[in-house]
């Protein structure tokens, strides 16, 4: 088992920077790809990036490239989404997510999951 939680939202203007960190317990994290999702009111949960057991490959949805960085600390056992230049449109709740194969972007592909931190950005 994985334990996950995410912290690291909250309301911010658009044009503004959030930081999102994803702490993880239980099993060793370098052994899990790791991914970012997120979830708006009355839409379907979508993958927002992944990032490879080492961090070393990364991948992003469309609507958040060039906008958003990915990045691990494996010793520290913590995933981050870096977010900026934030649009109205990225207002969601933003899950963690580890799963046992890399680069995948289907949320069924995911194992364990956190419980989700807002993000709210006014226009």
């Known amino acids: 088992q994985v334990q996950l939680v995410e912290s690291g939202g909250g309301l911010v203007q658009a044009g503004g920077s959030l930081r999102l960190s994803c702490a993880a317990s239980?099993?060793?994290?370098?052994?899990?790809?790791m991914g970012w999702f997120r979830q708006a009111p009355g839409k379907e949960r979508e993958f927002v990036a992944t990032i490879s057991w080492s961090g070393g490959v990364t991948s992003y949805a469309d609507s958040v490239k060039g906008r958003f960085t990915i990045s691990r600390d494996n010793a520290k056992n913590t995933m981050y989404l870096q977010m900026n230049s934030l649009k109205p449109e990225d207002t969601a709740v933003y899950y963690c997510a580890a799963t046992n194969y890399e680069l995948r972007k289907r949320k069924s592909d995911y194992n364990y999951w956190g419980q989700g931190t807002q993000v709210t950005v006014s226009s």
């Open positions: 239980g099993r060793t994290f370098s052994n899990y790809a």
